[in-house]
C-alpha cells in the first residue's frame, strides 16, 4: 500500500469516518474517469484543485464539483490573493500527494481549502484517496468538515 494511501485512511480513521476505500480497475485522475469508475453522476466527484497564492506562496485548495470549472478571478476573491498556477513540485511538498491523486484530506502540511456548494447538493460524494485508481465515499458535510473547508462561490 502506498504511503499517500496509508495517509488517507489514517485522516479517515482519526476523523471518525466510516467508509471503504475503494480500489478501482480504471484509474480515477480526472473527475470523469472517477466518475465512470464509481457509476455516479459528475458533479458527485470532489475534484481537488491545487492554485498557488502568489502572495503567499503557499498551496490552496479548491473541492470542486467534478463538472463545475474554477473561476481564477472568483477564487482570487475567496483567497485573498492572487493566484496563479501550482506546479508539481509545490503540490507534492505541501500536500504529499501526486497530480491526478491529490486527496483533500490526509496533506502532510496543512492547506486552507474551500468547498463548491454544488457538491452539498448530495447525499454522497467520492473524493481521491491519494493514487490514481483509488477513492472514498463520503457524505459532503463530513468531507467540509474533515478537510476544514469553507463553502465559497469560486465556479464559473
Do not use: W, Y
Not at 20 to 44: F, P, R
Not at 70 to 77: F, G, H, I, N, R
Request: charged share 20%; net charge neutral; glycine share 8%.
Amino acid at each position: 500500500m502506498s504511503k499517500s494511501l496509508k495517509r488517507v485512511k489514517a485522516a479517515l480513521q482519526a476523523a471518525g469516518v466510516q467508509t471503504d476505500v475503494l480500489e478501482m480497475s480504471d484509474l480515477t485522475k480526472t473527475a470523469q474517469q472517477a466518475s465512470d469508475a464509481a457509476g455516479c453522476h459528475l458533479d458527485q466527484i470532489a475534484k481537488s484543485v491545487i492554485f498557488a497564492g502568489v502572495s503567499s506562496g503557499k498551496a490552496i485548495l479548491f473541492l470542486t464539483a467534478g463538472g463545475n470549472q474554477v473561476d481564477v478571478d472568483k477564487a482570487s476573491m475567496v483567497a485573498g490573493e492572487p493566484l496563479g498556477k501550482a506546479d508539481a513540485g509545490l503540490i507534492r511538498t505541501q500536500t504529499g500527494f501526486a497530480i491526478g491523486g491529490v486527496s483533500p484530506i490526509g496533506h502532510l502540511n496543512p492547506i486552507r481549502a474551500f468547498a463548491d456548494p454544488r457538491l452539498m447538493e448530495f447525499d454522497v460524494i467520492f473524493a481521491a484517496a491519494g493514487t490514481p485508481r483509488h477513492i472514498f465515499r463520503i457524505a459532503p458535510a463530513e468531507l467540509l468538515r474533515i478537510s476544514n473547508s469553507q463553502i465559497s462561490d469560486f465556479t464559473v
